[in-house]
């Protein structure tokens, strides 16, 4: 007797929905978003449970919580749905979208496994989100005072501020133009994607003999503008991380030349 549940998760409470394996809805109920209580609610529901839930602020935490009382647990990748919504109706057609192998996405969760590489990057992520809104106000700052700040990073130097101080007050022009840098694909993932696009960005500031930042100098001296190389390099970076990842290898340049 196979059973699929639906998760409707939220801050207070959850609701969870309960579909057969032809497809009938038998029932629906809210519970606490409190790990003993779901678990208990699960483990009343007889059969093989199928869970799933979508991804979201606490699904790392409810999939380590669900997983031992479960048959299997999916997270399942946000997506635009329509119709009438409440809790019940949404954890309803998670369950029959899991039963029916129509889900559009779905989020790989390893249970204490990746928990360090996860935070790691979130931490990464929120760091050089609140790094770029710090660097945008300081910019917009001197913009107020009639002083352009477009294609420099001094403004943002201790050693320099004095010298912007007297810029804002003279009213002096400077001119520079911002290069932004593409999206690596339209689906990606937000965090690795502002992983390797820093990372492009350290060895292009770092330039050194590195076989990598040789691959961006190539590119440059051959006519590609350089927003288009920093995300051919960062698409490089992505690629080298993922075989070392694959198969256990140390990085080493010397493979990466020619």
Known sequence: MQRYIGLDVHAASSTLAVVSEAGKRL???????NGRALVEAIRLI???????LEEGTQSAWLYETLAPHVDDIVVAGVTT???????ALDAFRLAERLRSGTL????????RRFTALRELARVHGMISRDLVRVQ?????????????TAGTR??????????WLEETAAGAWLRGQ????RGL???HNHTLKDIFKGAATTVITHPGADPVYATYSRMTDGGTKPNLAKVSLARTIAAITLRMWKDEEVYNAATLRG
Do not use: L, M
């Open 185 to 187: 694909t339209r689906f």
């Open 154 to 163: 001094s403004v943002y130097a201790a050693t320099k501020r004095e010298e």
């Open 46 to 52: 007889p059969g093989h449970r199928h869970v799933v």
């Open 104 to 111: 559009d996405k779905t989020i790989f969760k390893a249970p």
């Open 136 to 148: 945008a106000r300081i910019k917009s700052i001197y913009r107020s005072r009639g002083v352009a």
């Open 27 to 33: 029932r629906s109920f809210p519970v606490e978003t």
């Open 178 to 181: 911002v290069q932004q840098t």
């Open 81 to 87: 749905s329509r119709g009438q919504k409440n809790d």
